[in-house]
């Protein structure tokens, strides 16, 4: 099973930007689709992005379309999250994770998910 840790986080005023990192080990990520989910405190866990094991497709849940971009670098084994335009609304724990599945469209299930980092804070405040 492959290993996730995340960076990254932090705390940033509105309107500001952050790059989260995911780095794997244990086993290549390069033939599994990928995923960020958040969860801040009190509600549910959120589907974020997510983007296939060659880096083409990617999908977004509304609230962050056109302000993240979900990216990877296969050679260095590595998931981002690049967030721009930060709200309040966007605090939360941040979790990348990996399909269990190789060669898998991503997906928004967190069932479909059987690797999961420990989590990155991101704090938007003024």
């Known amino acids: 099973q492959v290993q996730l840790v995340e960076s990254g986080g932090g705390l940033v005023q509105p309107g500001g930007s952050l790059t989260l990192s995911c780095a794997a080990s244990?086993?290549?990520?390069?033939?599994?689709?990928m995923g960020w989910f958040r969860h801040a405190p009190g509600k549910e866990y959120e589907f974020v992005a997510a983007?296939?094991?060659?880096?083409?497709?990617?999908d977004y849940t509304d609230s962050v379309k056109g302000r993240f971009t979900i990216f990877r670098d296969n050679a260095k084994n590595t998931l981002y999250l690049q967030m721009n335009s930060l709200k309040p609304e966007d605090t939360a724990v941040y979790y990348c994770?990996?399909?269990?599945?190789?060669?898998?469209?991503?997906?928004?299930?967190?069932?479909?998910?059987?690797?999961w980092g420990q989590g990155t804070q991101v704090t938007v405040s003024s």
């Open positions: 994770a990996s399909n269990r599945i190789p060669f898998r469209a991503p997906t928004r299930a967190r069932g479909a998910f059987d690797s």
């Open positions: 983007i296939s094991f060659g880096g083409v497709t990617t």
């Open positions: 244990g086993r290549t990520v390069s033939t599994y689709s």
